[in-house]
């Protein structure tokens, strides 16, 4: 603990010329402060650091490496980090009545379980004395599953769920769908893909914000028609909140290139009254299609395609 001094410092030959006063408790000449006493003196009477604990605790997920950041979010954080100063300093609640000059932290082994961080503070006491004090807060790191974690071992860990359906014997649409997923790394927020017994595949997903990115995906890559659902899990009714599964099940179109099409009436009048019998030379956002007589050749937009449906021959 020392005075920090709120005034300019004087040159060398002015502190020499300065007269000292005796501390009024033990008369250790001194220069002279608002409080008239000495450092050791000060200390005895006035502690800046008395609310502020010693000793705290951090909660870590094993499975995940995270550690809790309050009030619940998760943070990744490695060993004598920014993030991890952070997550310490907040778990002290009397850091606010000072001023943190500085912060670091004093090496301990890996596993032992323990986080030193050293502080340095100011704080202002008697008569406007400004005071500077160094300690060291010990952390003790306690082992806490995450929530992600815990719904993953209690295999309730998925919100939403996005199934991809083809209801044909040809899966070319549905294996081209898989690169474009590939290609552009739409699978990244998954929390598991999982095929399914009828030819197609299951997404799992912990928010139905990154669930409906999927679905916002796959309506730009292909033709498809969507159907949402929710289940009802549980509700609070004292907070009156619910908890809700969501399913969006994703119904692509049963063509695929190189089929051979018979188109009905009002879709052959739509597109320019092109022949019944056509072929499939792209399937992308829309239906691509050719007459094999007269070279003609239409678009079938994914509305009109489920207003007016047709099957390969």
């Known amino acids: 603990m020392e005075y920090i001094s709120q005034e300019a410092a004087p040159g060398p030959s002015a502190v020499s010329m300065k007269n000292k006063i005796l501390c009024c408790e033990c008369g250790t000449p001194i220069e002279p402060n608002p409080s008239n006493m000495c450092v050791a003196c000060l200390r005895t009477h006035v502690d800046i650091t008395a609310n502020i604990p010693k000793q705290a605790i951090v909660f870590f997920c094993r499975n995940c ?34 001023k943190l000059v500085d912060a670091g932290f004093i090496w301990t082994e890996p596993h032992s379980k323990r986080i030193k961080v050293k502080l340095t ?11 500077q004090q160094v300690f060291v807060v010990e952390f003790t790191v306690n082992n806490q599953m995450c929530d992600d974690c815990h719904r993953t071992e ?6 939403c769920l996005v199934q991809v359906r083809q209801k044909s014997i040809n899966k070319k649409t549905l294996f081209y769908l898989e690169q474009m997923i590939l290609k552009h790394k739409a699978h990244e927020n998954t929390l598991g893909i999982k095929p399914s017994p009828s030819g197609g595949l299951d997404f799992y997903y912990a928010t139905d914000a990154h669930a409906r990115k999927m679905v916002d995906f796959v309506q730009a890559v292909l033709p498809v028609k969507v159907t949402n659902s929710k289940k009802l899990i549980s509700h609070d009714i004292h907070s009156n909140s619910y908890n809700y599964k969501y399913s969006y099940a994703l119904d692509v179109v049963p ?12 879709l052959q009048t739509n597109l320019g009254h092109i022949s019944p019998i056509c072929l499939v030379t792209k399937v992308a956002n829309a239906i691509h299609l050719i007459d094999p007589r007269t070279a003609q050749m239409a678009e079938v937009q994914n509305m009109a395609f489920w207003k007016s449906p047709f099957e390969a021959i």
Request: proline share 3%; net charge positive.
């Open 121 to 131: 503070v100011h704080g202002e006491v008697m008569d406007g004395c400004v005071l």
């Open 255 to 266: 063509i695929s290139k190189g089929s051979l099409v018979c188109l009905g009436k009002k």
């Open 154 to 159: 209690a295999k309730d860990f998925w919100r």
């Open 65 to 98: 490496e995270r550690y809790l950041n309050p009030p619940s979010e998760w943070v990744q954080c490695s060993l004598e980090s920014k993030e991890l100063l952070s997550v310490c300093l907040k778990r002290l609640k009397g850091l606010k009545e000072v």
